[in-house]
Each structure stands twice: as C-alpha cells, then as structure tokens.
C-alpha cells in the first residue's frame, strides 16, 4: 500500500554533513507527520525529528542546532540534513510517515515505517 525509500546515509565524518531523503509511495491521500528516527544496538528506537504536513518541526535535545528536517509536500518526500556529525549520531536511521491511503472501501489511515538506513561518523 504504502513504502518508504530512503537513502543518503553512509559514511561520515566527524564535523561533516550527510543528508537522509525518504520518498514515500502508494495509495497516498495525504501525509500528516513525517520523521526519522534512530536505533543503536541495545537501544530503544528514539525520535531524532518530525515534521507535520504544515511544517511544524521538533528535535530531540541531542541533534537541536544541527539537524534540520524538511519536506516536500508535492514530492512525499522528507528530508533530514545533518551537520556538524559526532560519533555518536552513529545509528540505523529510519524514516516514518502518518498517511491516509486510499483502499477498496474508501480510507484508512496507515503509519508506515522504512527498512532503516546505517549512518556512520568517523572521528
């Protein structure tokens, strides 16, 4: 119904920049939040930012003043530039989006979650 493509992570360096970009496709109506997430080994999946469909942002403690979050509402796409990268950031980020799809008997609304992308920062 739905699926989430991301892509951009890789290799870091610590102080570099990467950029995460996550396209949604399917039966999409409309997209209410979209976000990242991230996971370490051991970890609990924790928030790194969301964006509402009207572009109100939130950023965990850990990534305010070097993460920004967009998105393209016409493209479903969500966008995560990350700066000024630690060590730390090291994680499996992955991408979630809140939808309303459109299915035989009319509309339902399905969150969706991506297959996770591995980002590594190098000190």
């Known amino acids: 119904q739905v699926q989430l493509l991301e892509s951009g992570g890789g290799l870091g360096q610590a102080g570099g920049s990467l950029r995460l970009s996550c396209a949604a496709s399917?039966?999409?109506?409309?997209?209410?939040?979209m976000g990242w997430y991230r996971q370490t080994p051991g970890k609990q999946r924790e928030l790194v930012a969301d964006?509402?469909?009207?572009?109100?942002?939130n950023y965990a403690n850990s990534v305010k003043g070097r993460f920004t979050i967009s998105r393209d509402n016409a493209k479903n796409t969500v966008y995560l530039q990350m700066n000024s990268l630690k060590p730390e950031d090291t994680a499996v980020y992955y991408c979630?989006?809140?939808?309303?799809?459109?299915?035989?008997?009319?509309?339902?609304?399905?969150?969706?979650w991506g297959q996770g992308i591995l980002v590594t920062v190098s000190s």
């Open positions: 964006i509402t469909n009207r572009d109100g942002t």
């Open positions: 399917g039966s999409i109506v409309s997209i209410d939040v």
């Open positions: 979630r989006a809140g939808t309303l799809v459109r299915v035989t008997t009319g509309y339902r609304t399905l969150d969706v």
